[in-house]
T-cell receptor
Framework: QKEVEQNSGPLSVPEGAIASLNCTYS??????FFWYRQYSGKSPELIMS????GDKEDGRFTAQLNKASQYVSLLIRDSQPSDSATYLC?????????????FGKGTLLTVNP | DGGITQSPKYLFRKEGQNVTLSCEQN?????MYWYRQDPGQGLRLIYY???????QKGDIAEGYSVSREKKESFPLTVTSAQKNPTAFYLC?????????????FGQGTRLTVV
């Protein structure tokens, strides 16, 4: 099983809809979870971080974490064409005596006007 | 302004050459990382370093080498042993590796073998 897995996509939604992005991870000891957005040819930028079970909201973005199910998701409400990008899930996974930041393959989101 | 600087932005390598990618940060972060990204793929970890003079192999370290002689700098050398080096390389840093801390990224170096 891969350490961090995302639904492969691509995902296409109409403008104004809710986009739902999902991620599962294999290390039960992971404590830190992140969602990054990456535009084509650019470096990733942090959208959300979440550390405790439940929901965390920031504007149009909501991150959800369920440690028992080893599942983290990102909801984008009122999707805009400018949200079209690749979304990367990142998890701090144990690597020997410390943790390493490990990424999923990403989900390409397209928001259609 | 604090941040991470990668150079060069574009790099061309001939077959059999070693090349070194630069990564400098002024965020006073302890941990630094190198990732490789291929088209349509996520980020794969090459090497990471928690403190000066110490570093660990990531998932795809073969054909790469690093050094961490200063806290601010974590250069990556792509050796001739790396058979398929054409990719987008990203350097990142975090406060440290064991707390709730986000990663900051440089702008990336796009390496092409010619």
């Amino acid at each position: 099983q891969k350490e961090v897995e995302q639904n492969s996509g691509p995902l296409s939604v109409p403008e104004g809809a809710i986009a739902s992005l999902n991620c599962t991870y294999s290390d039960r000891g992971s404590q830190s979870f992140f969602w990054y957005r990456q535009y084509s040819g650019k470096s990733p930028e942090l959208i959300m971080s979440i550390y405790s079970n439940g929901d965390k909201e920031d504007g149009r973005f909501t991150a959800q974490l369920n440690k028992a199910s080893q599942y983290v998701s990102l909801l984008i409400r009122d999707s805009q064409p400018s949200d079209s990008a690749t979304y990367l899930c990142a998890v701090n996974v144990r690597g020997g005596s410390n943790y390493k930041l490990t990424f999923g393959k990403g989900t390409l989101l397209t928001v259609n006007p | 302004d604090g941040g991470i600087t990668q150079s060069p932005k574009y790099l061309f390598r001939k077959e059999g050459q070693n090349v070194t990618l630069s990564c400098e940060q002024n965020l006073n972060h302890d941990a630094m990382y190198w990732y490789r990204q291929d088209p349509g793929q996520g980020l794969r970890l090459i090497y990471y370093s928690q403190i000066v003079n110490d570093f660990q192999k990531g998932d795809i370290a073969e054909g790469y080498s690093v050094s961490r002689e200063k806290k601010e700098s974590f250069p990556l050398t792509v050796t001739s042993a790396q058979k398929n080096p054409t990719a987008f390389y990203l350097c990142a840093s975090t406060t440290d590796m064991n707390t709730r801390t986000e990663a900051f990224f440089g702008q990336g170096t796009r390496l092409t073998v010619v």
